[in-house]
């Protein structure tokens, strides 16, 4: 059984940084593609940042390019999402989602596991 279990959201000020981990259980990360997504109320799922599994390539929306970072550390079969200067319309639940390794980045449908989420709140 396939288990993401996200952490590390919480209150911050604008441009203040913030580390989500996503610790996986039943899958090796580094052989998926792990990707991050946020949802703000009233909005849709958005795609924010992607890990490729073979070379490691990432992916970023444009809002956060620059800004955040996905990364993993095989060892602890974890993810990370390293956000920086944070805005305030970052606010959101962030969830973290596996998928195929040839899932597209961009398209929540193309994966097929996520975890509850952890809540970001960027205060201006």
């Known amino acids: 059984q396939v288990q993401l279990v996200e952490s590390g959201g919480g209150l911050v000020q604008a441009g203040g940084s913030l580390r989500l981990s996503c610790a996986a259980s039943?899958?090796?990360?580094?052989?998926?593609?792990m990707g991050w997504f946020r949802q703000a109320p009233g909005k849709e799922r958005e795609f924010v940042a992607g890990?490729?599994?073979?070379?490691?390539?990432?992916y970023y929306a444009d809002s956060v390019k620059g800004r955040f970072t996905i990364s993993r550390d095989n060892a602890k079969n974890t993810v990370y999402l390293q956000m920086s200067s944070l805005k305030p319309e970052d606010t959101g639940a962030y969830y973290c989602?596996?998928?195929?390794?040839?899932?597209?980045?961009?398209?929540?449908?193309?994966?097929?596991?996520w975890g509850q989420g952890t809540q970001v709140t960027v205060s201006s």
């Open positions: 989602a596996s998928g195929p390794p040839r899932a597209r980045f961009g398209y929540a449908d193309d994966y097929d596991y």
């Open positions: 039943g899958r090796t990360v580094s052989n998926f593609a």
């Open positions: 890990l490729r599994s073979l070379y490691g390539n990432t």
